[in-house]
């Protein structure tokens, strides 16, 4: 807490069922979030379950019972596994004694098996290395090299395995820092802020971001993000948007949050109607829909609409955008695996989009010239717009977005 100058601390909390990585910058009283990450599907009980399995393999080779078909011996693995990783933190091998172990068909009642460090590391090896990717992705969306981390801290029981302790040195070059307890370090981390916020603790402030993007459904159910993940709070960003037909008096506001190009892959967090707005043609609305995360961490969406000035806004906890980190790191791990998808599919929806207005553009394009105008060039134009058409009942993309670019091309001599 009263470190001088500036020092950026890579956190690593290896608790039992979750790995999170967090890049903080701390000193002069600030603590402020660069970017957090992680891996939900990564935690201390893996690793317990890959011990699980191997006494498992070695008692069926020895005796051709399998104690994973056996509730309560699988049990009495499980409970052994958890002592025998925490062993493995000092010892290089280790005995290990299940007493009273009736797994049935004249099993011994008292079994011995040895593990040693380096079979635990090998039978462990891949869950490291799940710990790379989320790391580096930290670090990227922090803007940061590992040269420049000033100090490593881990987090959690399972974080003071060695070969952990090893993965860090190997990742950044530096050795962790041991001066913070990883058992009591949250609960410090928690009483701190508490301190903060009640004004106990003075001239101290955190700066945290947000971990998933923000934003509003669009036409053709596009996710518009409007604060990206990872956004310093507190934060007040706004995008001004249209009119998807033509007078439309009113216009809903979906509010989501989550990483996935389409609206229908992120979560609702609320959605209100906006109504009140003049008529106009398509395209022609101008509403500013903004953002705003305060200090609290409370998020405030306003609507307004810049011609007739009516407005509307809700006010959202972070109990309900706030998500577990187990929740967090499903959701952007669920981006990432399927961000070529999306995408792709944002990219149809897109072609299909500028298409239509194509059409539209066309049809205006030939009333506006009139009977004035260049006829058979009016005639090429209404042409193209029934093979644009007709490339959008097709839904081949490639066909509607070259339709449209030979739309474009005519409806532009047409306007000369």
């Given at each position: 807490?009263?470190?001088?100058?500036?020092?950026?601390?890579?956190?690593?909390?290896?608790?039992?069922?979750?790995?999170?990585?967090?890049?903080?910058e701390l000193g002069d009283g600030l603590f402020e979030v660069k970017a957090v990450n992680g891996n939900t599907w990564l935690?201390?009980?893996?690793?317990?379950?890959?011990?699980?399995?191997?006494?498992?393999?070695?008692?069926?080779?020895?005796?051709?019972?399998?104690?994973?078909?056996?509730?309560?011996?699988?049990?009495?693995?499980?409970?052994?596994?958890?002592?025998?990783?925490?062993?493995l933190t000092d010892a290089e091998r280790i005995r290990i004694r299940i007493p009273f172990l009736d797994a049935g068909q004249?099993?011994?009642?008292?079994?011995?098996?040895?593990?040693?460090?380096?079979?635990?590391?090998?039978?462990?090896?891949?869950?490291?290395?799940?710990?790379?990717?989320?790391?580096?992705?930290?670090?990227?969306?922090?803007?940061?090299?590992?040269?420049?981390?000033?100090?490593?801290?881990?987090?959690?029981?399972?974080?003071?395995?060695?070969?952990?302790?090893?993965?860090?040195?190997?990742?950044?070059?530096?050795?962790?820092?041991?001066?913070?307890?990883?058992?009591?370090?949250?609960?410090?981390?928690?009483?701190?802020?508490?301190?903060?916020?009640?004004?106990e603790i003075r001239g101290k402030v955190l700066i945290d971001v947000t971990p998933l993007s923000l934003g509003i459904e669009?036409?053709?159910?596009?996710?518009?993000?409007?604060?990206?993940?990872?956004?310093?709070?507190?934060?007040?960003?706004?995008?001004?948007?249209?009119?998807?037909?033509?007078?439309?008096?009113?216009?809903?506001?979906?509010?989501?949050?989550?990483?996935?190009?389409?609206?229908?892959?992120?979560?609702?967090?609320?959605?209100?109607?906006?109504?009140?707005?003049?008529?106009?043609?398509?395209?022609?609305?101008?509403?500013?829909?903004?953002?705003?995360?305060?200090?609290?961490?409370?998020?405030?969406?306003?609507?307004?609409?810049?011609?007739?000035?009516?407005?509307?806004?809700?006010?959202?906890?972070?109990?309900?955008?706030?998500?577990?980190?187990?929740?967090?790191?499903?959701?952007?791990?669920?981006?990432?695996?399927?961000?070529?998808?999306?995408?792709?599919?944002?990219?149809?929806?897109?072609?299909?989009?500028?298409?239509?207005?194509?059409?539209?553009?066309?049809?205006?394009?030939?009333?506006?010239?009139?009977?004035?105008?260049?006829?058979?060039?009016?005639?090429?134009?209404?042409?193209?717009?029934?093979?644009?058409?007709?490339?959008?009942?097709?839904?081949?993309?490639?066909?509607?977005?070259?339709?449209?670019?030979?739309?474009?091309?005519?409806?532009?001599?047409?306007?000369?």
């Amino acid at each position: 807490m009263d470190i001088e100058g500036i020092h950026t601390i890579l956190v690593w909390d290896l608790g039992g069922g979750t790995f999170d990585v967090s890049i903080l910058e701390l000193g002069d009283g600030l603590f402020e979030v660069k970017a957090v990450n992680g891996n939900t599907w990564l935690g201390g009980d893996d690793y317990d379950q890959r011990i699980v399995e191997h006494l498992a393999d070695e008692f069926k080779r020895q005796y051709g019972i399998d104690l994973r078909q056996n509730r309560v011996a699988l049990q009495r693995l499980k409970e052994v596994a958890e002592k025998a990783k925490i062993g493995l933190t000092d010892a290089e091998r280790i005995r290990i004694r299940i007493p009273f172990l009736d797994a049935g068909q004249g099993s011994p009642k008292h079994w011995e098996t040895t593990l040693s460090r380096a079979k635990f590391e090998e039978l462990t090896q891949d869950l490291r290395q799940k710990m790379i990717g989320p790391t580096r992705q930290a670090l990227a969306d922090a803007g940061l090299e590992p040269q420049d981390i000033d100090r490593v801290i881990l987090v959690g029981g399972s974080a003071r395995m060695p070969a952990v302790r090893e993965l860090v040195r190997e990742l950044v070059g530096k050795e962790p820092y041991k001066d913070v307890h990883p058992d009591e370090v949250v609960a410090m981390g928690a009483a701190i802020q508490a301190g903060i916020l009640t004004g106990e603790i003075r001239g101290k402030v955190l700066i945290d971001v947000t971990p998933l993007s923000l934003g509003i459904e669009t036409q053709g159910g596009i996710f518009a993000k409007i604060i990206e993940r990872n956004t310093t709070v507190p934060v007040s960003q706004g995008q001004i948007f249209t009119n998807a037909g033509d007078n439309q008096a009113s216009m809903d506001i979906h509010v989501l949050q989550g990483e996935r190009d389409m609206a229908i892959h992120n979560m609702t967090l609320d959605r209100f109607e906006l109504a009140g707005i003049p008529a106009a043609p398509r395209g022609e609305a101008r509403v500013e829909v903004t953002f705003d995360i305060d200090v609290n961490g409370i998020l405030h969406v306003s609507a307004h609409d810049l011609y007739s000035g009516n407005s509307h806004q809700l006010r959202i906890s972070p109990r309900f955008y706030g998500l577990p980190g187990d929740e967090l790191g499903r959701m952007i791990e669920e981006a990432e695996r399927n961000a070529e998808e999306d995408q792709r599919r944002r990219a149809e929806v897109e072609i299909g989009i500028k298409a239509d207005n194509m059409v539209r553009a066309a049809r205006q394009a030939v009333e506006e010239a009139g009977p004035n105008g260049d006829l058979s060039l009016a005639d090429e134009v209404e042409r193209g717009v029934l093979q644009v058409q007709a490339a959008l009942a097709s839904g081949d993309s490639e066909q509607i977005e070259s339709r449209t670019q030979e739309l474009e091309k005519l409806v532009k001599a047409l306007r000369r």
